[in-house]
């Protein structure tokens, strides 16, 4: 089974930028991938979306902000966080979106105040 490896997080002031890579152990060719965040006591929410065709979607609390990408050679997908605020601490982790594997461990993102 594909393996998913965040990582890029961390502690930053609100306002600031950030930007998590997920390496996937095998080909995303033609998949669509999804960052997700879980904050404490919450549950996982997709907040970025990008289709096996190449299109992308966000959720309301992060369009503006968050851009997620990919790079098919690399089995790669990012998320470029700008203007980041305290509310969007949380885990963060990618998976497919459409047959999801075993989750990763994620990549903490903290923004203080």
């Known amino acids: 089974q594909v393996q998913l490896v965040e990582s890029g997080g961390g502690l930053v002031q609100a306002g600031g930028s950030l930007r998590l890579s997920c390496a996937a152990s095998?080909?995303?060719?033609?998949?669509?991938m999804g960052w997700y965040r879980q904050a404490p006591g919450k549950q996982r929410e997709l907040v970025a979306l990008?289709?096996?065709?190449?299109?992308?979607n966000y959720a309301d609390s992060v369009k503006g902000r968050f851009t997620i990408s990919r790079d098919i050679a690399k089995n790669a997908v990012y998320l470029q966080m700008n203007n980041l605020k305290p509310e969007d601490t949380a885990v963060y982790y990618c998976?497919?979106?459409?047959?999801?594997?075993?989750w990763g461990q994620g990549t903490q993102v903290t923004v203080s105040a």
């Open positions: 998976n497919f979106y459409l047959g999801p594997v075993n």
């Open positions: 095998g080909s995303i060719f033609l998949k669509a």
């Open positions: 990008i289709s096996h065709a190449g299109s992308t």
